[in-house]
């Protein structure tokens, strides 16, 4: 069974520019959350989606938004990138269990 | 309201035991622990749910302390693959979709 795919692996962008970023959950979950993780922190919770309604957000910015569509893929979309917004975004698929794709390594320059 | 991990870090030699305990300040809805090694995502260990049982495998298992809002990991005859960093991550009562997690704890099994 595939799990959770994340695109892209890595990233690059300077600073103000927007990034989107993709996760396919593993087949059957409806649910997709996502999360920042930076270098020697655990994960941060940004948003839940459950059936393609946002059912969560962390504390960010407005900069951050996502959606999730019809075949329960997701995106997260970051405007105005800071050169804190550098990390390892995570997707996780859930169904009780949460699992994590491998990430997407983002660097702001 | 980050779930404290205790203890930041632990060095093991090959076969010794250890313990990874996480405590929230809120009543919890579940516990999920993670491993995650060094430019790797963190794999999912075990869930534990409120009023559910103690959970695991052969030599790693966990437990939930309704009472004192805590749960325990427990790694018993450490293996060189159990090396990496241990997260829980909590749902509180009034948020149960939303993981929080703890600052991790850094687990290193020496030969």
């Known amino acids: 069974d595939a799990g959770v795919t994340q695109s892209p692996t890595h990233l690059i962008k300077t600073r103000g520019q927007h990034v989107t970023l993709r996760c396919s959950p593993i087949?059957?979950?409806?649910?997709v959350s996502w999360y920042q993780q930076v270098l020697g922190q655990g994960p941060q919770f940004i948003f839940q989606?459950?059936?393609?309604?946002?059912?969560g957000r962390g504390n960010f910015p407005d900069r951050f938004s996502a959606r999730q569509f019809p075949n329960y893929s997701s995106e997260l979309n970051v405007n105005a990138l800071l050169l804190g917004d550098s990390a390892l975004y995570l997707c996780?698929?859930?169904?009780?269990?949460?699992?994590f794709g491998p990430g997407t390594r983002l660097t702001v320059l | 309201q980050q779930p404290v991990q205790s203890p930041q870090a632990v060095i093991l030699r090959e076969g010794e035991d250890a313990v990874i305990n996480c405590s929230s300040s809120k009543a919890l809805y579940s516990v999920h622990w993670y491993r995650q090694k060094h430019g790797e995502a963190p794999v999912f260990l075990m869930i534990?749910?409120?009023?559910?049982e103690q959970k695991g495998h052969e030599k790693i298992s966990a437990s939930f302390n309704e009472k004192k809002q805590q749960s325990s990991l427990y790694l018993t005859a450490s293996q060189l693959s159990y090396s990496g960093t241990y997260f829980c991550g909590t749902a509180w009562m009034d948020s149960s979709y939303k993981l929080i997690f703890g600052s991790g704890t850094r687990l290193l099994v020496r030969p």
């Open positions: 996780a698929s859930s169904f009780g269990e949460q699992f």
């Open positions: 534990l749910l409120k009023g559910g």
């Open positions: 989606y459950y059936e393609k309604e946002e059912r």
């Open positions: 087949s059957g979950h409806k649910s």
